[in-house]
């Protein structure tokens, strides 16, 4: 099921793969623009922490937007054979779980790349972009699995009755690429000058978003601390928490435990619906 998702994706296409790539790159350039020029000028690597973020944010959003159809796509078949039904969904988050580790191999590459190509200066001497952090690469993308994963199972399941669900999907999505620090960085929660009885709350509230703490844990975990523009200020960017990340974690593993458990309840009316 895997195999036959990658090829509908790239049948009679010429550049297979790279569309895979193409698309998020031509984002990012954009971003890094508007990002450069009139967000955080002079910060360095921007356009490396937005890649960051935005692949397994990208990664997050098409598992849920290609799972949410995979049932009624295969509803004929499910009519005539028997299969079992977790596959789809399954295979939908599977296909694009290795578009994101391609992804981040392009991505390594364009870090190496960039490390090679600008020298650096005495005053501000260029840094290997690979830390020992990057070991806990294979920790984000597991929990990102499970997360992506978990949601797939019930919107899969709940769209094949509810075909509103989708459309939820897509504005949920929407909203969540402004609260998740993809064009901006979580420093730039931290240090806003919001009234300081909000300011705790929001910024707690924002990092306890599983997506917005996997967002921040990969560019805190995979590119090397910089100091940060906010405000036409350098500011120190702020330690990595672990804490959020857990309860990420945590939170993960309880969706997909219980999305597969709403998943095999509702799985053997598929076949009832008209």
């Given at each position: 099921m895997?195999?036959?998702?990658l090829?509908?994706?790239?049948?009679?296409?010429v550049l297979g793969f790279?569309w895979?790539m193409?698309?998020?790159?031509?984002t990012?350039m954009?971003?890094?623009?508007?990002?450069v020029?009139?967000?955080?000028k002079d910060?360095p690597?921007a356009?490396?922490?937005?890649?960051a973020?935005?692949?397994?944010?990208?990664?997050?959003?098409?598992?849920l937007?290609d799972?949410?159809?995979?049932?009624?796509?295969a509803l004929?078949?499910?009519k005539k054979?028997y299969l079992p039904?977790?596959?789809?969904?399954m295979?939908?988050v599977?296909?694009?779980?290795?578009h994101l580790?391609?992804?981040?191999?392009?991505?390594?590459?364009?870090l190496?790349?960039v490390?090679?190509?600008?020298?650096?200066?005495?005053?501000?001497?260029?840094?290997?972009?690979?830390?020992?952090?990057?070991?806990?690469?294979?920790?984000?993308?597991?929990i990102?699995?499970?997360?992506s994963l978990?949601l797939?199972?019930?919107?899969?399941?709940?769209?094949?009755?509810?075909e509103?669900?989708?459309?939820?999907?897509?504005?949920v999505m929407?909203l969540?690429?402004f609260m998740?620090?993809?064009i901006?960085?979580?420093?730039d929660?931290?240090?806003?000058?919001?009234?300081?009885?909000?300011?705790?709350?929001?910024?707690?509230?924002m990092?306890l978003?599983?997506?917005?703490?996997l967002?921040?844990?990969?560019?805190?975990?995979l590119?090397?601390p910089?100091?940060?523009?906010?405000?036409g200020?350098?500011m120190d960017?702020t330690?990595?928490?672990?804490?959020?990340?857990?309860i990420?974690?945590?939170?993960?593993?309880v969706?997909l435990?219980?999305?597969?458990?709403?998943f095999n309840k509702l799985?053997?009316?598929?076949v009832?619906?008209?």
């Open positions: 895997v195999q036959r998702e090829r509908i994706r790239y049948k009679n296409s790279l895979s193409l698309n998020p790159l031509i990012v954009v971003m890094t623009f508007m990002f020029n009139f967000l955080h910060t690597s356009s490396a922490y937005i890649l973020a935005y692949l397994p944010f990208t990664f997050f959003q098409m598992c937007m799972s949410s159809q995979s049932i009624l796509a004929p078949l499910l054979v039904r977790e596959i789809l969904p295979a939908s599977i296909s694009n779980f290795i580790l391609m992804a981040f191999a392009m991505f390594f590459v364009y190496l790349l490390f090679i190509i600008h020298p650096g200066s005495a005053s501000a001497p260029r840094e290997w972009p690979f830390q020992a952090t990057t070991l806990f690469l294979p920790l984000l993308l597991l990102n699995l499970m997360l978990g797939s199972f019930y919107i899969s399941a709940l769209n094949t009755f509810y509103d669900v989708k459309y939820i999907v897509m504005v929407y969540m690429f998740c620090p993809i901006y960085f979580e420093e929660v931290a240090y806003s000058h919001l009234n300081v009885a909000w300011h705790g709350l929001l910024y707690n509230a990092n978003n599983p997506i917005f703490a967002c921040n844990a990969y560019r805190k975990l590119i090397a910089a100091r940060i523009i906010v405000d200020k350098s960017p330690p990595f928490n672990w804490s959020y990340l857990l990420a974690s945590v939170f993960s593993v969706v435990v219980h999305g597969y458990s709403t799985k053997w009316r598929f009832e619906r008209p």
